[in-house]
T-cell receptor
Framework: SQKIEQNSEALNIQEGKTATLTCNYT??????LQWYRQDPGRGPVFLLL?????KEKRKERLKVTFDTTLKQSLFHITASQPADSATYLC???????????FGSGTRLSIRP | DAGVIQSPRHEVTEMGQEVTLRCKPI?????LFWYRQTMMRGLELLIY????????DSGMPEDRFSAKMPNASFSTLKIQPSEPRDSAVYFC????????????FGPGTRLTVT
């Protein structure tokens, strides 16, 4: 069965640095990947979606890459701020008709 | 728009009791999802609906769990009888259509079964 691994349970970095989170999957490539942010006590909030024929997507300080050879997506936050501290979840689906599967998340802490 | 609305926000019940969780999706959204989140298992999809029709319920853990969507603006997730291992945060989410569309999550219902 498909597995999604978000390599780090927790990541601590200094404010102003670039945070890079990893999402690896097994088996065949998904049709698309999504990244969500979750704050304590709240539901996940959608950030970015990238499709299998796209290599990179950007939104303000956020960037997502999708490497089907490595079976990996990277999520970058540039010029990180303490307000970026949260848990980040990756999710994937194999087609528009299939269900979406979430990874276990990476808890990111940005220290001032 | 008020976003996805879930009720109750917190539910504490005794083992064996029936629990009903409620969800109102965003108006105009055609797909609705029920998730369960625990520390051990993360965020798991239980069931999802498209145009009020259940599409995939393979994530529903047992027959004790059932979900309905009688109309486009309301869905319920019922657990009968509840057990302590059902304790979790249950999220409802909706999206404009099934497929590569962002999901909007509700605030969740924290369920504790004693």
């Amino acid at each position: 069965s498909q597995k999604i691994e978000q390599n780090s349970e927790a990541l601590n970095i200094q404010e102003g640095k670039t945070a890079t989170l990893t999402c690896n999957y097994t088996n065949y490539s998904p049709a698309y990947l999504q990244w969500y942010r979750q704050d304590p006590g709240r539901g996940p909030v959608f950030l970015l979606l990238i499709r299998e024929n796209e290599k990179e997507k950007r939104k303000e300080r956020l960037k997502v890459t999708f490497d089907t050879t490595l079976k990996q997506s990277l999520f970058h936050i540039t010029a990180s701020q303490p307000a970026d501290s949260a848990t980040y979840l990756c999710a994937l689906a194999y087609s528009s008709a299939s269900k979406i599967i979430f990874g276990s998340g990476t808890r990111l802490s940005i220290r001032p | 728009d008020a976003g996805v609305i879930q009720s109750p926000r917190h539910e504490v019940t005794e083992m064996g009791q029936e629990v009903t969780l409620r969800c109102k999706p965003i108006s105009g959204h055609n797909s609705l999802f029920w998730y369960r989140q625990t520390m051990m298992r993360g965020l798991e999809l239980l069931i999802y609906f498209n145009n009020n029709v259940p599409i995939d319920d393979s994530g529903m853990p047992e027959d004790r769990f059932s979900a309905k969507m009688p109309n486009a603006s309301f869905s319920t997730l019922k657990i009968q009888p509840s057990e302590p291992r059902d304790s979790a945060v249950y999220f409802c989410a909706s999206s404009a259509r099934q497929g590569d569309y962002e999901q909007y999550f509700g605030p969740g219902t924290r369920l504790t079964v004693t």
